[in-house]
């Protein structure tokens, strides 16, 4: 890779993330979730709809990201057959939109004809179709997903939201792609036609991430519910892509990063086959990216004393473009020793941190680092190969180890040694041996030796223009 193009594109960053797996307390929530739409519909039986509508519709909000797709579907059809039984003339809207999220679950979803009711059956035949219309279609899904938004904030005081854009990611992981990436982009103009939400733009999210670092040096503002407060927004928008067999689910999340709270949640399916053939749903190196984090993910021997904060100025899961410039943010709470090396789409670890104006590799403690600085007369852009790309802090209060590599410029150099190799060498630092001490004595020479040690990492998708 020329030196002048590792310079330029040193930067986009790729956080790998393990699959999370389910919690005690997640299993805790799905039983009492369980036990709540029980109770609900046992006041259904006897006749009270509105208390099984307000317990279901609770249950609901409180739990549904920890729900499985059974449980999904059941408290659908709850709702769908108590807003039937309230008055199916008044609450139609509200019933077919349940069962629009059925079959958004099981597109061939079917009615048991001896178990469920006739008008039930006749509902269910009824939105079905007009949800197929959407499944092969990119666009009208994304539009019908941006209306079911709309419709679970209804019971929102404020009658229009600002809402900020998170970024729209694969599954549970900071990873996006051009086709992720037009989804955002539709969703932002889907919604900013409502008449409910004031969509922020992402040059604005962008711009108040920056302005975050002159104005509050001392709290970071490295994620979009932190940035919220600079864009004097109400909510940031969480999107997220999960592929289900042969076809995709689009997720939505409004969260009031303020008071911590979820505002609304919306999830609409659709074909993978109307995934439109010049978009990608995942970067070609998606698979090479994953092996890479295995690396920068093992374990390592982090201090509970020294922490820091890396993100871009599109925060983790950003998305840039070739050709657009990259800025990265560091902060620790104690003065430390920092590398940074960036692991590009081809596989290269190149180290941007320290280079050429920045020779020491010592950070000051408690103040957000740029890089490039201001005063930095390069400025990273991005150039192909395009793809997910790693950028990886490793952070010591011991100088780190030597590392040896070919010099791109600017003092920026591509490191010899494999990732795995890489990894290991500077973990090194992290568990270096302490004095001896004679056996008579109390020992605190671990405590007085012991190196403070940790790393970040933060994950972005380059695009081509």
């Given at each position: ?13 790729l ?10 307390a ?11 739409m ?61 069962l ?39 666009e ?48 932002i ?18 711009d ?106 599109r ?17 620790a ?43 930095d ?11 997910i ?18 010099n ?14 890489l ?32 790393e ?10």
């Amino acid at each position: 890779m020329p030196g002048r193009n590792a310079c330029r594109r040193f930067f986009r960053t790729l956080i790998g993330s393990a699959f999370i797996t389910a919690s005690v307390a997640a299993v805790q929530a799905q039983n009492n979730c369980d036990v709540e739409m029980q109770a609900a519909r046992d006041q259904y039986t006897a006749g009270d709809i509105d208390q099984a509508i307000m317990m279901l519709s609770q249950c609901w909000r409180q739990h549904h990201d920890l729900l499985n797709d059974a449980q999904k579907m059941r408290a659908y059809k709850y709702l769908a057959q108590a807003y039937m039984a309230k008055d199916a003339g008044v609450y139609l809207e509200q019933a077919e939109a349940a069962l629009e999220n059925i079959i958004d679950l099981a597109p061939q979803y079917q009615p048991d004809p001896e178990q469920d009711q006739p008008h039930f059956v006749e509902m269910v035949n009824r939105v079905k179709p007009r949800v197929h219309q959407t499944w092969y279609n990119m666009e009208l899904t994304v539009r019908r997903l941006a209306q079911k938004l709309e419709r679970n904030c209804t019971d929102l005081k404020k009658p229009i939201l600002r809402i900020a854009p998170g970024n729209f990611t694969y599954q549970d992981q900071p990873v996006s792609s051009s086709f992720l990436h037009h989804v955002q982009q539709s969703l932002i103009g889907a919604l900013d036609s409502l008449p409910q939400f004031e969509m922020v733009q992402l040059a604005e999210l962008r711009d108040a991430v920056t302005r975050s670092v002159r104005v509050s040096p001392a709290t970071p503002s490295s994620n979009p519910e932190a940035a919220q407060t600079y864009i004097k927004a109400d909510a940031v928008l969480h999107g997220e892509c999960w592929q289900r067999g042969d076809d995709l689910v689009l997720r939505l999340k409004l969260i009031d990063g303020n008071n911590r709270i979820d505002l609304a949640f919306a999830e609409a399916g659709m074909a993978k086959s109307a995934v439109p053939a010049n978009l990608s749903l995942l970067p070609e190196n998606y698979p090479a990216a994953q092996q890479a984090l295995k690396e920068f993910n093992a374990p390592a021997a982090n201090s509970s004393k020294l922490k820091i904060k890396l993100w871009v100025d599109r925060l983790n899961g950003g998305v840039y473009r070739e050709g657009e410039r990259v800025t990265a943010y560091v902060f620790a709470n104690k003065a430390c020793y920092l590398y940074l090396i960036y692991h590009d789409a081809a596989g290269n670890d190149i180290l941007i941190f320290p280079n050429q104006y920045h020779p020491n590799h010592r950070l000051p403690a408690n103040q957000i680092y740029q890089i490039p600085s201001p005063s930095d007369t390069f400025k990273v852009e991005v150039a192909p190969p395009c793809g997910i790309e790693i950028l990886q802090a490793f952070a010591s209060t011991e100088p780190l180890p030597e590392l040896e590599g070919e010099n791109l410029g600017n003092g920026i150099r591509r490191l010899k040694l494999s990732t795995q190799e890489l990894t290991t060498t500077i973990r090194s630092v992290a568990v270096k041996p302490a004095p001896a001490t004679p056996a008579k004595f109390t020992d605190y020479s671990a405590e007085l030796n012991a190196v403070d040690y940790t790393e970040a990492s933060c994950i972005i998708t380059t695009l081509k223009r």
